[in-house]
């Protein structure tokens, strides 16, 4: 069959350097991402070297300060470079969201000196972050964890284990929420931990349905010491720097579900068109067009949604809720559009040899991390109808 390249998102950027940073991550996406994204995932091999790439283009600081190699760039741009990169494959543009809610808390809540000290080797030498909040008996309870991190003298000693840590074993820092005080929100504090500490390891990575490219494991922290001055913000602070970074990180996901689903209707179409039934190409009868017409219009809404929600972050304004529908939104469109791709390709989407049947395996897992949906919806139901009764 032949190939049928799609066309490019038509994209509304504020700026010229939007435009060109963006031609820039579609031409790294099609020459070192895309031709490799079904081999690499199947064989479960991580892609070290194309972060390593993304780094030495300038994209794995983009929403952050130049002063500390940065690309100054707002939301608004920067989820449409992931979205540009997930379409490619997601483990790429997942692990970019990744990173950069893993140095949000730095960025955002560290003093100067720590910032000058630490994010330039972050944003732009070469560095990749992880993520540790969840533990084995703390998910959607994420301020009942267990990790604890006690005072010596000028340092600290964390002991406990985190998981379901995307970049576990690979990841150069980590991002570890520590509980310090007392029982709840209030006691918890954030470290900036590296990842050769004495006393860390990973487990074996899990065994998934998708993403296999992407390693996701448990990590142990077994005594590991860390100096006073890698506490990010103020003791007793860090689940308030944890929930204001998923604000944050809930919008990459959405951004990295509207390129997965986006991927999955461009497949649809190019099958739809080239493959023939009844003398002419499937895509000229009405059900299949029904099908790749409501595809299209949730892709749509779901980057309407998210980018309304990174023009709010952009101005300064509260977009929490805004962020948790464009969370829940994104990711049950991908779980639709890539379901409905793997129906129109028929036994062909069932089949390794096309991606639809990828597609759909990873989004099932977008509707899970970083809060589940449902989880989601107590967010905005919170906001909409205000706190549950006790």
Same mark, same amino acid.
Request: net charge negative.
């Given at each position: ?81 992931? !979205?540009? @990169?997930? %379409? /490619? ?5 997942? &692990? *970019?969201?990744?990173?950069?809610? #893993?140095?949000?808390? $730095? ?90 500490? !004495?006393? @860390?390891? %990973? /487990? ?5 349905? &998708? *993403?296999?490219?992407?390693?996701? #494991?448990?990590?142990? $922290? ?169």
């Amino acid at each position: 069959m032949p190939d049928r390249a799609p066309q490019p998102v038509d994209r509304q950027l504020p700026t010229d350097e939007a435009r060109d940073l963006i031609s820039l991550v579609r031409d790294i996406a099609q020459r070192e991402i895309a031709p490799k994204a079904a081999e690499e995932e199947d064989a479960g091999r991580f892609p070290r070297e194309v972060f390593a790439l993304l780094s030495q283009s300038g994209l794995l600081g983009l929403p952050y300060d130049s002063e500390y190699g940065g690309g100054d760039q707002p939301y608004e741009v920067y989820l449409q470079v992931l !979205e540009e @990169l997930a %379409a /490619a494959r997601l483990t790429v543009g997942l &692990g *970019l969201s990744v990173h950069t809610l #893993a140095a949000y808390g $730095l960025a955002t809540y560290g003093t100067k000196q720590q910032q000058v000290e630490h994010l330039p080797a972050m944003l732009g030498g070469g560095l990749l972050g992880a993520y540790a909040l969840s533990e084995p008996s703390s998910g959607s309870d994420a301020a009942s964890l267990r990790t604890r991190a006690v005072r010596d003298g000028d340092h600290w000693v964390i002991t406990g284990t985190k998981s379901w840590i995307t970049h576990g074993g690979v990841a150069d820092f980590y991002t570890v929420m520590a509980r310090t005080g007392e029982d709840g929100p209030r006691g918890i504090t954030a470290f900036l931990v590296p990842g050769d500490a !004495e006393g @860390l390891s %990973a /487990a074996a990575p899990e065994r998934k349905m &998708g *993403l296999k490219g992407s390693p996701t #494991a448990q990590i142990h $922290l077994d005594g590991v010491r860390v100096p006073d001055g890698r506490r990010i913000g103020e003791e007793g602070q860090g689940f308030a720097i944890a929930l204001s970074a998923l604000d944050s990180g809930r919008l990459g996901i959405a951004a990295c579900a509207i390129g997965l689903a986006q991927a999955a209707l461009d497949e649809a179409v190019a099958y739809a068109a080239e493959r023939r039934q009844f003398g002419r190409p499937v895509a000229d009868f009405q059900g299949l067009r029904f099908m790749l017409a409501d595809m299209a219009t949730r892709i749509e809404a779901g980057r309407a949604l998210y980018l309304a929600a990174a023009r709010l972050r952009d101005a300064g304004r509260p977009f929490a809720r805004q962020a948790a529908m464009a969370k829940l939104f994104c990711t049950d469109t991908a779980m639709q559009v890539t379901t409905d791709a793997v129906q129109v390709l028929g036994g062909y989407g069932y089949t390794a040899d096309f991606p639809a049947e990828r597609y759909m395996r990873e989004a099932k897992v977008l509707q899970i991390v970083e809060g589940t949906n449902q989880i989601q919806r107590m967010v905005i139901a919170r906001h909409v109808a205000g706190p549950e009764t006790r």
